[in-house]
């Protein structure tokens, strides 16, 4: 079974850089669309960031000019390179692929069936 796990969260403050990494043990154009996602305590997982197999973004309201989706095939490794962070943007982010082309944008959670287990990013003001 394809593994998807993440790293590179943790605790900064508002106005601060991280840079997300989701590792994948398959070859990362298997996946016709890989996306970033993320959940607060008691709020829903909500669709950060998208890719497709072309090289085509989109991305949440929310993080439109602060967010960056990539990816990088040589290392089989997804990337969000989070900046500008703030508050709000603390939440449990994931990794997720689905082997079909994005649907709705690529921002919807229900769509996607392959996760990683999550890493957490803090944002303190």
């Known amino acids: 079974q394809v593994q998807l796990v993440e790293s590179g969260g943790g605790s900064v403050q508002a106005g601060g850089s991280l840079r997300l990494s989701c590792a994948a043990s398959?070859?990362?154009?298997?996946?016709?669309?890989m996306a970033w996602f993320r959940q607060a305590p008691g709020k829903e997982r909500e669709g950060v960031a998208s890719?497709?197999?072309?090289?085509?973004?989109a991305a949440a309201a929310s993080v439109k000019g602060r967010f960056t989706i990539s990816k990088d095939k040589a290392k089989n490794t997804l990337f969000l390179q989070m900046n500008s962070l703030k508050p709000e943007d603390s939440a449990t982010y994931y990794c997720?692929?689905?082997?079909?082309?994005?649907?709705?944008?690529?921002?919807?959670?229900?769509?996607?069936?392959?996760w990683g287990q999550g890493t957490q990013v803090t944002v303190s003001s």
């Open positions: 890719i497709d197999s072309g090289g085509t973004t």
């Open positions: 398959a070859y990362i154009d298997s996946w016709r669309c």
């Open positions: 997720a692929a689905r082997a079909g082309v994005c649907v709705g944008g690529g921002l919807y959670a229900t769509t996607y069936f392959s």
